[in-house]
């Protein structure tokens, strides 16, 4: 069952991102920049590099999810986290912003989504879990945005409280790992590119994608790392 869900993982998700992302990027309003700030246009970036990346992002998220997940109840949201993800990490590494316009709507599917999960399989303990998770995650990175705006922009205070849901409803381990492993790769990613001189201390690495790489790496390890904490 798990190789079924896998393909579907890849079949749905590949497809879907590929014409998503350029439709997207052609219609998504820029955001008000302040004064002195500049950013690549999302309309320029809408074509076929956008498409491939994208559908090629989507498709091996799905298709991983599908293998670790398999046929569970929970999968849809992950598959629908796994089109808008591959969306926006495009977006951020090319512009370093994640247009509300899309986390928000995301929000919603997620949450019927898991809401149909929780009515098919009586787990409301999860459905709760869920929704606790999601506002932990919104709040610890509000209050790192709040505290470190040079560092945590807004945009990923918005998908924390997303990528939190899902992983939620799978477990605290998960939660955990998911959410927060976003800052280890993030810190290793961007020690190894300064050490290198690809960039300086003061330019700025995006966020997002790292955050979305994490969570996929909490749906992994998230429950083994919970077993040996819990000894």
Avoid at 64 to 72: I, S, T
Wanted: charged share 10%; glycine share 16%.
């Amino acid at each position: 069952m798990s190789v079924l869900a896998a393909g579907i993982g890849v079949v749905v998700c590949g497809p879907a991102a590929y014409v998503l992302g350029p439709w997207l990027l052609r219609r998504i309003p820029e955001p008000v920049l302040d004064e002195g700030e500049t950013k690549t246009l999302y309309v320029s970036l809408a074509g076929a590099r956008a498409a491939a990346w994208c559908g090629g992002l989507a498709a091996i998220a799905g298709g991983l999810l599908g293998r670790l997940l398999g046929m569970d109840a929970v999968l849809p949201a992950w598959l629908v986290l796994a089109v808008a993800g591959a969306v926006l990490g495009y977006i951020d590494a090319r512009t370093r912003f994640l247009p509300s316009i899309i986390i928000w709507p995301t929000y919603g599917l997620v949450g019927i989504a898991l809401l149909i999960a929780a009515i098919a399989t009586g787990e409301w303990g999860s459905l709760r879990r869920a929704a606790i998770a999601g506002a932990i995650g919104f709040a610890v990175f509000y209050v790192l945005w709040f505290a470190f705006p040079r560092g945590v922009g807004f945009g990923d205070v918005r998908l924390s409280g997303l990528l939190g849901l899902p992983l939620g409803w799978l477990g605290w381990g998960q939660f955990v790992s998911g959410l927060y492993g976003g800052f280890f790769l993030g810190a290793v990613v961007g020690i190894v590119l300064i050490a290198t001189r690809v960039m300086t201390r003061k330019q700025m690495v995006p966020f997002g994608p790292f955050m979305l790489v994490g969570a996929l790496a909490g749906v992994l390890l998230g429950a083994p790392l919970e077993r040996l904490y819990a000894g």
